[in-house]
């Protein structure tokens, strides 16, 4: 197993600088000049002003040099600095990860958890009412779109009866600690968290359901059965177990969309995370800075894969690691 | 009560609310919102709108300017200008320091112009009249001018011209300045905490030169990317302040109308926004002064203020606001007349060649705009093709002139000759730059009125320059001009004296107060 990790992470830093690479030049495709967005609406019409900016980046440098530059700096965990926010890349996201980190763990374990219940029942009670009560109930959070949700999130439980706030990580100005602290974090994050698990959940929902359904009719179900194994026992141990793999694959391919969720949700939530630092950098032509999240999130990415690849094991000893 | 009957009343309560009446109460806290999230809050590096905004609070310039646009003392307690009009004597306040205890004086001001002139576009666009500026004494500079410049009273707010402190800033990158993320001025706040994506804390300064200001003990900017959940955070009480831009124009209405809440219009005559259409110049029909006017009358600029901009504004007409410096509304005028449009289009012999338009990325209300253009565009028979881009990328394409038609909206400084003239002198035309004029109108007549209109001496002159230059721009259409823009502040009518000057509130809450 030790080996099968080694193997994975040193394929995984090769990806990661083809990632690099190919964002570097995809970014650099977009329309819209770095220099011109920093310089402001009255050092844009400056030419001499955007050509110190450039050559104070070396924007002006040909595109190799800048590669060989930006990748030599990524090889030494070097980010490079942000043009427009005059900061260490490296510092703008230690910043902002945690809040990302604590909203999509959270999120991807709201969509776990309630996903895999909501399916196992309705696949329990396949063709009752409470099954079509949760598959209607998944296809629309399926089907609306993550910004809508949040926003008649914000109008019924901030704005309508003011329970939770609409807003931002914590109260700003109450200077909480310790458990008050906690408590206001997680007020803050209920809304966002819940927002981007549910059209997660929708997905584990439809999978769990229709995975278990199929396991049931499987061979080892009926011997099972006919072993006078109880109900409970076979849907936990045998149904439930086998019909969980392709909702882990699903997991694991979904560890890098939750991101772009976050994104929005971020965005609508005012979350403090690297969601919005990813999109003001891309508004802003903030290479550096996009070019770092990116890298973060690919890292990410990467990392969630393998602890998919590893829980597989967990659920199914009968996989082996291929090494 | 329709709507804009109410908004002007609500916006009239706003901008004669009799707060001076009432002695200040000391004290408080302001939320307030700003949006975007500044990349940085050194206002000598970083000049983008909601740097101006924070910062406003934690820098100084020597000036500040009244509604009116007239100089009040700040930094600079009293000037003089010489006989020639070359020599301008600024005495400095005594008394003043810095945040962190060092004086203020005059070699912090020779500093700043030094430091200014390589890392401020406009002020050092401004400077460039400037021959030398000297410090006989700690308390006095004297800025010498190559020649006479009429604006150069008009550099001197906090935005254009901040001073920065000579002891932290000397000798050191100023790219990398440790200060630059802990801002040391000498304004009425001082800089506490930036937690990113989330709030910008300030602090009074205790030791402030202006004893008993400011008011307010703390100022929590707090940072909302979206303008929707901005509007909730108002509606739900927990930002006071919307400055003018926070929300979307059509929630206007509607936050107006919500219980202890007071809008004003106030505090934009220095920047003075205009929005325009670029019209390509150069090429296709539009390179046809025929084709502009048609353009001009077929736009119904009305619909789009009572509409789109919910009666906010005033319908523009020429280069120059109504606000600032020498405006006259001695033109020719363009109404909203289709027939004379189609005629128009008629004789400069247009057969519907297609005419791409670029609606500017700034949210749903220029958005919305972008369509009634369209609309009327093409009811007058143009073949109009919407190109959607981002600002980064729509600013590429209007900067190497690969547009026919694109909306923009620039700021004025009070001065012609500092927000005007740069749209339409011939010097002004640079590829791959953009907020210049890059519709590519060239008319030595123009250049020489602009080259006159900065030096000339007395102010009655330079009026008489501007006006013709007014006369000759109307009449050729270089761009359309569609409204001057307002953006209404909206704040708890609790929330005193806010807005005081002519940058609005970007000059800082030193006056401001709370009526708990």
Known sequence: MLSFVAQRILKGVIVLLAIVVLNFFLIRLAPGDPAVVMAGEAGASDQVFVKQLREKFGLDKPLPEQLFIYVKGVVTLDLGFSFRQQAPVAKLIGERLPATLLLTLTAFAISLMLGILFGTFAARFAGTFLDTAITVFALIFYAMPIFWVALMGILLFSVTMDWLPSFGYETVGANLTGLAHAVDVATHLIMPAMTLGLFFMATYTRMTRASMLEVKRLDFVKTARAKGLSDAVIQRRHVLRNALLPVVTLAGVHSGTLIGGAVITETVFAWPGIGRLMYDALLQRDYNLLLGVFVICSAMVLIFNLITDLVYRMVDPRIEFAS | ?516
């Open chain 2, 1 to 516: 009560m329709p709507k804009r009957v109410l908004l002007g009343l609500l916006l009239a309560c706003g901008l004669t609310a009799p707060a001076l009446a009432q002695e200040p109460k000391t004290g408080g806290v302001i939320n307030a919102v700003i949006q975007p999230e500044p990349p940085g809050l050194m206002l000598a590096m970083v000049q983008n709108g909601p740097t101006q905004m924070v910062s406003g609070n934690i820098f100084e310039g020597l000036l500040r300017y009244s509604p009116k646009l007239e100089p009040q003392p700040q930094l600079a307690e009293s000037w003089s200008v010489s006989e020639d009009a070359k020599t301008y004597t600024f005495k400095l306040r005594k008394g003043v320091t810095w945040h962190d205890g060092k004086p203020f004086t005059a070699a912090d001001v020779l500093f700043s112009v030094e430091m200014l002139k390589q890392t401020h576009a406009r002020a050092r666009n401004n400077l460039a009249q400037v021959d030398k500026v000297e410090a006989p004494d700690d308390y006095t500079v004297v800025f010498t001018l190559k020649q006479p410049f009429g604006p150069f009273l008009g550099i001197f707010e906090v935005g254009s011209m901040p001073m920065v402190p000579k002891h932290l800033y000397e000798g050191t990158d100023f790219k990398t300045n440790p200060y630059n993320n802990a801002p040391v001025g000498t304004g009425p706040f001082m800089f506490k905490e930036w937690q990113k994506g989330s709030f910008i804390r300030l602090v009074k300064n205790p030791n402030y030169y202006e004893k008993g200001k400011p008011y307010i003990d703390e100022i929590y900017w707090q940072i909302i990317p979206d303008a929707a959940a901005r509007s909730v955070a108002y509606e739900t009480g927990k930002v006071d302040v919307l400055p003018g831009g926070s929300v979307e124009n059509f929630d206007v209405p509607r936050l107006s109308k919500l219980k202890d809440t007071c809008v004003t219009g106030a505090g934009w005559e220095f920047f003075s926004p205009l929005a325009w259409l670029w019209l390509n110049n150069r090429q296709g029909p539009l390179a046809d002064k025929r084709v502009r006017q048609a353009v001009m009358y077929a736009i119904d600029r009305d619909f789009a203020k009572d509409v789109i901009w919910n009666g906010l504004g005033k319908v523009a007409t020429g280069p120059s606001a109504s606000t600032i410096k020498y405006y006259t509304d001695d033109v020719k005028k363009y109404p909203y007349d289709p027939a004379k449009a189609k005629a128009l289009l008629k004789e400069a012999g247009y057969k519907g060649e297609k005419i791409r338009l670029l609606p500017l990325a700034y949210g749903e209300t220029w958005q919305r705009w972008g369509e009634a253009v369209k609309q009327n565009l093409q009811d007058v028979g143009i073949n109009i093709e919407t190109i959607a881009t981002d600002v980064a990328g729509g600013n590429q394409k209007i900067g190497d002139w690969d547009y026919d038609i694109a909306f923009t909206y620039l700021y004025q400084y009070g001065d012609p000759a500092l927000g005007v003239g740069r749209n339409y002198v011939s010097s002004a035309i640079a590829k791959g730059q953009v907020f210049n004029n890059v519709e590519g109108y060239s008319n030595p007549e123009i250049d020489k009125l602009f080259a006159d209109g900065a030096v000339a001496t007395p102010d009655t002159k330079r009026k008489e320059i501007y006006e013709k230059a007014q006369k000759i721009l109307v009449e050729d259409v270089p761009v359309a001009w569609m409204l001057e823009l307002q953006f209404p502040t909206i704040m708890r009518c609790k929330v005193k004296n806010l807005i005081t000057t002519g940058i609005g509130v970007n000059d800082g809450f030193k006056d401001a107060w709370l009526d708990k």
